[in-house]
């Protein structure tokens, strides 16, 4: 391993094990560096509330079928039977968790999914400031109904992020006929999950954008190493789940990353208006950032309470590598290819 690569390793370890007991973390309370506040409530109601330009960041993991996030279909989900979730195949040697079941969302369905969005991103772009970045998950079925909408609300589509991780089924033998059709996958088993990056026009230049708002570009892992949009991943695993149990938890070692990225002097608030059980709102806390989280439902918003200060102590493994390879897994020990001198827009 180069010594360089070397340097940029140890940043990153500073970057996923930052000690939040250091930052005197603050629960609730006043938006200062290093503060979160969460609120039960609907996500659409709180923005509608919020101020234009008050929030420099939106990273989110939104119910992208919406159906799995309905009352019936949690209550199926919570006994473990029917509806949209589905437990995927093992292929690792672990237990998987439920996933929902993307390919039953009807017509209906799909155009609720749209009107969805686009109520998110007219909100979004009022309340971000110019040059804040909207960071949303989605997955390879559905990213267009998510995406379409967002642009047409007024963000630049900036690229995605490719989260490497095996989270969907797919690969299966045609439904009762898998004997019949041993060599054929109905579709391929996923390998990655895509989540979106947009921003909301810059004033001017990126430079004039960072003096006056403090965003318009992503946060470099270093001086040497720009943010990679590639980022192998793994689930949320043991420790994780247990401390933050939800169906969609998604890991700290990817989510720190991420939100890091997002400011890119670290300065802002990050909203996350679908917190589910805190992930981003753990990673800000865990990076130092200030940051609000949203959820609707009793039951995930009193684990998101509990789970957050506990989720941004876990020390989680991490190294940087041709792509960020982070929990633990393998990755190209090159030094990453960096473009310093390109000029951003
Ligand atoms: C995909 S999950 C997010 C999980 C999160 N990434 C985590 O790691 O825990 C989406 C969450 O959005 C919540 N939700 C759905 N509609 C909402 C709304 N209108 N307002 C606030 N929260 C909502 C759901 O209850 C669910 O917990």
């Given at each position: 391993?180069?010594?360089?690569?070397?340097?940029?390793?140890?940043?990153?370890?500073?970057?996923?094990?930052?000690?939040?007991?250091?930052?005197?973390v603050?629960?609730?309370?006043?938006?200062s560096?290093?503060?979160?506040?969460?609120?039960?409530?609907?996500?659409?109601?709180?923005?509608?509330?919020?101020?234009?330009?008050?929030?420099?960041?939106?990273?989110?993991?939104?119910?992208?079928?919406?159906?799995?996030?309905?009352d019936?279909?949690?209550?199926?989900?919570?006994?473990?039977?029917?509806?949209?979730?589905?437990?995927?195949?093992?292929?690792?040697?672990?237990?998987?968790?439920?996933?929902?079941?993307?390919?039953?969302?009807?017509?209906t369905?799909?155009?609720?999914?749209?009107a969805?969005?686009?109520?998110?991103?007219?909100?979004?772009?009022?309340?971000?400031?110019p040059?804040?970045?909207v960071?949303?998950?989605?997955?390879?079925?559905?990213?267009?109904?998510?995406?379409?909408?967002?642009?047409?609300?007024?963000?630049?589509?900036?690229g995605?992020?490719?989260?490497?991780?095996?989270?969907?089924?797919?690969?299966?033998?045609?439904?009762?006929?898998?004997?019949?059709?041993?060599?054929?996958?109905?579709?391929?088993r996923s390998?990655?999950e895509?989540?979106?990056?947009?921003?909301?026009?810059?004033?001017?230049?990126?430079?004039?954008?960072?003096r006056?708002?403090?965003?318009?570009?992503?946060r470099?892992?270093?001086?040497?190493?720009?943010?990679?949009?590639?980022?192998r991943?793994?689930?949320?695993?043991g420790?994780?789940?247990?401390?933050?149990?939800?169906?969609?938890l998604?890991?700290q070692a990817?989510?720190?990353?991420?939100?890091?990225?997002?400011?890119?002097?670290?300065?802002?608030?990050?909203?996350?208006?679908?917190?589910?059980?805190?992930s981003?709102?753990?990673?800000?806390?865990?990076?130092?950032?200030?940051?609000?989280?949203i959820?609707?439902?009793?039951?995930?918003?009193?684990?998101?309470?509990?789970?957050?200060?506990?989720?941004?102590?876990?020390?989680?493994?991490?190294?940087?590598?041709?792509?960020?390879?982070?929990?633990?897994?393998?990755?190209?020990?090159?030094?990453?290819?960096t473009?310093?001198?390109?000029?951003g827009?």
């Amino acid at each position: 391993m180069s010594g360089g690569l070397t340097a940029l390793n140890k940043i990153t370890d500073t970057i996923l094990n930052y000690n939040p007991t250091e930052q005197g973390v603050k629960k609730r309370g006043a938006e200062s560096a290093g503060s979160y506040t969460l609120h039960l409530s609907d996500a659409f109601s709180w923005l509608e509330e919020r101020d234009e330009n008050s929030v420099h960041a939106i990273v989110t993991d939104p119910p992208y079928g919406l159906k799995e996030y309905t009352d019936i279909e949690k209550a199926k989900l919570r006994k473990g039977r029917g509806g949209v979730w589905r437990v995927p195949p093992s292929f690792d040697g672990c237990k998987r968790s439920p996933v929902p079941r993307f390919t039953v969302l009807t017509e209906t369905d799909i155009a609720a999914l749209r009107a969805f969005f686009e109520k998110f991103a007219k909100q979004a772009i009022r309340v971000l400031v110019p040059g804040g970045h909207v960071i949303i998950a989605t997955n390879p079925l559905l990213s267009q109904y998510v995406y379409i909408p967002v642009m047409e609300a007024g963000f630049e589509k900036r690229g995605e992020i490719i989260r490497l991780v095996q989270t969907l089924r797919g690969g299966d033998r045609p439904k009762n006929a898998h004997k019949e059709f041993t060599g054929v996958s109905v579709m391929p088993r996923s390998g990655w999950e895509p989540w979106g990056l947009f921003r909301k026009p810059c004033e001017g230049r990126v430079q004039d954008n960072l003096r006056k708002w403090s965003t318009g570009g992503l946060r470099r892992v270093s001086g040497e190493g720009p943010f990679l949009d590639v980022i192998r991943s793994s689930v949320a695993r043991g420790e994780e789940r247990k401390i933050a149990p939800h169906p969609s938890l998604k890991p700290q070692a990817f989510m720190r990353q991420v939100v890091r990225a997002a400011l890119p002097l670290g300065k802002g608030v990050v909203l996350d208006p679908f917190m589910g059980a805190g992930s981003t709102i753990a990673a800000a806390l865990a990076v130092g950032y200030t940051s609000i989280g949203i959820e609707h439902d009793k039951t995930y918003f009193q684990t998101a309470e509990k789970a957050v200060p506990s989720l941004a102590e876990m020390k989680v493994k991490g190294a940087l590598s041709l792509v960020s390879s982070v929990g633990g897994e393998g990755g190209a020990t090159e030094r990453p290819k960096t473009n310093s001198h390109r000029k951003g827009r």
